[in-house]
């Protein structure tokens, strides 16, 4: 066993540089390359957290305590005490006085990282393929249950930044699906259920962090170059209406914390952007949690507090392991010398405190009882300062309860069935079933063999990275096909056997796959993103389906897949007859087998588009690859990415978002249009701003920082304490950003809660559509709302958008089920750019509410102001 576990981030280098970053208040330089029309515009100053009624409760309890702390221990709760330094992939330091311990935060979105006896549960591309709400939110508390169990206070998940611009994007699977309202509702879900437990969720990345290349700081070895992260340009209007749409949902599902992506949004560093702390996350969506850094995305100390940051991790700067920080004494000494406001360090402060109490750690929250870093019993309690204290590190708290339960139906409920020729599937266990493709089996070097997944053998069951985690078994596809047709015969290998015997009536089922995963690890070439796999099967995939098409007559293909595949070579083949796409299914991978065998019907759909070819997207959305300058990833495509771009330019898919079959037939009928709230063209006024708690503005004093008597150090710990603290004089020499300001801003008018201005949810519309299975099994439907805005009167707006999505109970034939679908008037509004709030044109009328079974299967429409009927 290696001593550490894993090693994130250009490890390489990070080890061995010949440089090293400034570790001052300086930034690291200011904004280079800057693209005339995307410059992020200043917001100062950071609003003050605790003004609406849902948190007063907590921010009254965090103030009392907040009151009483030392500048230490308030720098203490916002600067990771470094790598490495603690159990967990980050830690805060602590406020033991108040009770409150060193805060473990732990990836990731699909369940606790790098630990045992945890459930490896069906990735957030697979969770957004079940369509299905309930099971988003039983994952969610299935997986708070586990972080709660292991003592993880803050959950590193879920993602929705990556929104799946990119294709070939290494951490779309990661999130739910290339949409934002499937974002946005996958997250929602998840925050409820992981927060129902107790653990702070955290949705990430904000924002525009669509491709994994060059998102950060990157050192070019040997010529010691230092790549800059690429600044992810967004406008406005597509800021609002699609990337930062999921996380207004996540931050009105009450989520505690937020963190920053990376790159650059606007030529601004995101953990530094005014514009996107301050301005959009706190004021506007009315975030009441605090905002955390990328791990080592602090670039500058006292301009990441003026922008909003309240917490820098893991502590370091952008270079790991050299005992200094940007924060941690430095933040210290902005407070005493009087450059980073006393409102703001309490602030921090505060936001961090609140959300403690809000979500209950105040009582009963275990303490961590597992290591990130080594799977031994004892071992270094700081192993990042390599000579520190020995004690138990993992006590293998089994944390799995009955959890497999829930990851076994997600896995089950996302496959989906792609084309179904002649009614192949599903198959009789008795058939003369041979199985081809790795893709089937096990890891032949071993379950967990490599670290982060970082590598492609066996079934893939999750791509790479900080979103993986260690399988604590795996029901091979293999196992679960042997358990219920047992006289199949295997040939667990990607070389199509040439010898093989091939009858009129065998039928070949072959498992492929496409991975990929976190720029940290370069798989097979792939340095995260798909960059030499192209949006191609793996390990010659596809021409493993050609071989065993050009033998067999009768072929079943099963993809086990990150995102979209192009399928050209094989798709048309009269042999090649049925296509499942198995998403990333986790531990439970054998569950194929129950659609396989028609235990089930396959109810899961696409939460992408299948291309028939790369050149069908714009080329806008293609990877940018250029180390020796600072990449400019303009987002001109705007609002249309996946589907929207494929109706606006007449491009027929391969396969349509919401694509998937089952082995049952569905109608949908009797659509009814209930208006619920009359619209307005704009919401109505915002309510105003309950009032934030205060406290006196004089500095501290800096006693409150000196060294404690008698206090080991640990080397390269981060501490709050400074060396001398009284000899700091004021520093009124700091060069404030151009548009700093202390006084407050109006408070923008689309805020007023969290989320936004909260008559932005009220219900506009309901829609009421009957499903009925038409078919001779039982099986689950979809239904699908899609938006329609009246093209004349909303320019540049993608013809249709999925707002809403409801799936039925497991419906017997003949059986009916009445979804109910609820349109809010945020799903009817385009963003002003002018007036700078949602605007619905015309109070909605004309606007066409499409439903349906994908986003090319529009069944039944009603038309807001007229009739409801067929499609
Ligand atoms: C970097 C990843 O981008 C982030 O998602 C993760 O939570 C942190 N590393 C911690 O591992």
Not at 101 to 115: A, E, F, I, K, W
Not at 758 to 773: G, H, K, Q, R
Request: include cysteine; charged fraction near 20%.
């Amino acid at each position: 066993m290696p001593f550490f576990k894993s090693f994130p981030f250009g490890a390489l280098c990070l080890l061995g540089c010949s440089f090293a970053l400034a570790e001052s208040d300086a930034n690291l330089e200011s904004r280079q390359n800057v693209l005339e029309g995307w410059e992020s515009p200043s917001y100062y100053p950071t609003p003050l957290g605790g003004w609406v009624p849902e948190w007063e409760e907590a921010y009254a309890k965090a103030h009392a305590v907040v009151s009483n702390m030392t500048l230490a221990e308030k720098v203490n709760l916002t600067t990771g005490t470094g790598f490495f330094m603690g159990p967990c992939v980050g830690q805060t330091g602590s406020a033991e006085r108040f009770g409150i311990p060193r805060l473990c935060l732990q990836d990731g979105p699909l369940g606790v990282r790098n630990t045992d006896h945890a459930t490896a549960f069906p990735a957030g591309i697979t969770v957004g393929a079940t369509f299905d709400k309930q099971l988003m939110y039983d994952r969610g508390v299935a997986m708070g249950e586990e972080f709660r169990g292991k003592g993880v206070n803050i959950h590193l998940g879920p993602s929705v930044g990556p929104l799946g611009r990119k294709p070939r994007g290494g951490r779309n699977w990661e999130g739910f699906g290339m949409d934002p309202s499937l974002q946005g509702i996958g997250s929602a879900q998840t925050i409820k259920g992981v927060q129902s437990t107790g653990v702070i969720a955290t949705v990430k990345h904000l924002v525009g962090n669509e491709q994994e290349l060059f998102r950060m700081i990157f050192p070019i070895q040997p010529v010691g170059f230092l790549s800059k992260p690429y600044s992810s340009n967004i406008d406005d209007r597509t800021m609002h209406e699609l990337y930062l749409w999921p996380f207004a949902d996540s931050v009105r599902a009450g989520v505690g914390s937020v963190m920053m992506a990376y790159n650059d949004v606007n030529s601004s560093s995101s953990s530094q952007n005014s514009e996107l702390i301050n301005h959009l996350l706190k004021d506007e969506l009315g975030f009441q949690g605090f905002v955390m850094t990328d791990w080592f995305a602090h670039q500058g100390g006292v301009s990441s507090a003026l922008a909003g940051l309240d917490m820098a991790m893991p502590g370091d700067g952008a270079v790991p392991l050299l005992g200094t920080s940007h924060w941690a004494g430095e933040l210290s000494r902005s407070v005493l010398n009087g450059t980073v406001p006393v409102e703001r360090i309490n602030d921090m402060a505060t936001r961090i405190v609140a959300t403690w109490f809000k979500l209950g750690q105040d009582k009963d929250f275990p303490a961590p009882n597992f290591s990130s870093h080594t799977d031994a019993e004892t071992g270094l309690i700081y192993p990042g300062a390599v000579v520190s204290p020995i004690g138990v590190v993992n006590q293998y708290v089994d944390v799995q309860d009955d959890h497999n339960t829930v990851a076994r139906a997600i896995a089950r409920d996302a496959i989906t069935l792609l084309k179904n020729e002649d009614n192949v599937l599903p198959l009789d266990s008795n058939a003369s079933l041979k199985v081809f493709g790795e893709d089937a089996g096990p890891d032949p070097q071993g379950l967990n063999s490599c670290a982060d997944k970082g590598c492609n053998r066996g079934v893939l069951t999750m791509g790479w990275g900080s979103g993986s985690a260690k399988l604590p078994y795996l029901i091979t596809p293999e196992e679960g096909i042997k358990a219920k047709a047992p006289k199949t015969e295997f040939h667990i290998t990607d070389k199509f056997p040439r010898d093989i015997e091939a009858d009129p009536e065998d039928i070949a089922i072959v498992f492929i796959n496409a991975d990929s995963g976190e720029n940290f690890i370069t798989v097979e070439g792939n340095p995260g993103d798909r960059t030499v796999s192209d949006l191609y099967a793996w390990h010659h995939g596809d021409e493993l389906v050609m071989d065993a098409a050009e033998k067999f007559s009768t072929v079943v293909v099963v993809v086990h897949t990150v995102g979209p595949i192009i399928m050209e070579k094989w798709i048309d083949h009269p042999s090649v007859k049925s296509v499942l796409v198995a998403h990333l299914p986790g531990q439970e991978a054998g569950m194929i087998a129950d659609i396989l065998f028609g235990e089930h019907s396959p109810s899961g759909h696409l939460p992408y588009t299948i291309p028939r070819s790369e050149s069908d997207y714009p080329e806008s959305v293609s990877l940018i690859n250029d180390p020796f300058k600072k990449i400019q990833d303009t987002f001109t495509e705007g609002l249309f990415i996946d589907y929207r771009h494929f109706q606006r330019t007449n491009t027929t898919p391969r396969y349509p978002f919401g694509h998937g079959l089952s082995y049952t037939t569905f109608s949908l009928t009797s659509p009814r249009l209930t208006p619920v709230t009359p619209l307005t063209e704009y919401p109505p006024p915002r309510p105003a701003k309950g009032t934030p708690p205060t406290y006196p503005d004089t500095i501290p004093s800096a006693s409150e920082v000196s060294w404690p008597e008698g206090l080991t150090r640990i080397w390269r710990y981060l501490y709050p304490y400074l060396d001398n603290p009284t000899s700091i004089k004021p520093g009124d020499d700091y060069p404030y950003p151009e548009g700093y300001s202390t006084t407050p801003k109006p408070p923008p008018r689309a805020g007023g809660a969290e989320g936004g201005n909260p008559a932005l949810w009220d219900v506009a519309f309901t829609v009421e559509v009957t499903v009925t299975n038409t078919g001779a099994v039982s099986g689950r439907a979809v239904a699908q709302l899609y938006v329609e805005l009246p093209p004349q009167v909303v320019p540049d707006t993608p013809k249709l958008q999925l707002r809403q999505f409801e799936k039925t109970k497991v419906l017997q034939p003949g059986e009916s089920e009445v979804v109910r679908m609820d349109i809010t008037r945020r799903d009817l509004s385009v963003w002003d750019v002018e007036v700078q709030d949602w605007k619905v044109r015309e109070v909605g009328k004309g606007a066409k509410l499409w439903v349906g079974g994908s986003v090319e299967d529009l069944r039944v429409v009603c038309e807001i102001g007229g009739e409801c009927g067929d499609a």
